[in-house]
Nanobody, 122 residues
Framework: QVQLVESGGGLVQAGGSLRLSCAAS????????MGWFRQAPGKEREFVAA????????WYADSVKGRFTISRDNAKNTVYLQMNSLKPEDTAVYYC???????????????WGQGTQVIVAS
């Protein structure tokens, strides 16, 4: 199983930006579909964004479309989530996920990182 480590979370004011990173281990990173989920206190984990091994194939939750951008750098074994125009409702722990099946990245997820916390203050 691929090992994932998220970073880049923190405290930001509403309207600000953050870029999350997810570093993956292994030699086959380029074969994995990658994604981001988030979980706010008292709420269910929800899908945020996903990217296939062709980087031109991406998916976004309606709540973040137009504000967030997912990308990957296969040479660095890293996936990114650029978050702009942040809102208080974006406050959550963000988790990176990876799987060889792109459908799982958009639904249940596959392997998981430990998460990184994002707090958006109003």
């Amino acid at each position: 199983q691929v090992q994932l480590v998220e970073s880049g979370g923190g405290l930001v004011q509403a309207g600000g930006s953050l870029r999350l990173s997810c570093a993956a281990s292994g030699r086959t990173f380029s074969l994995y579909a990658m994604g981001w989920f988030r979980q706010a206190p008292g709420k269910e984990r929800e899908f945020v964004a996903a990217i296939g091994w062709p980087s031109t194939i991406t998916w976004y939750a309606d709540s973040v479309k137009g504000r967030f951008t997912i990308s990957r750098d296969n040479a660095k074994n890293t996936v990114y989530l650029q978050m702009n125009s942040l809102k208080p409702e974006d406050t959550a722990v963000y988790y990176c996920t990876a799987d060889l099946n792109w459908t799982k990245i958009r639904t249940t997820g596959g392997s998981w990182g430990q998460g990184t916390q994002v707090i958006v203050a109003s």
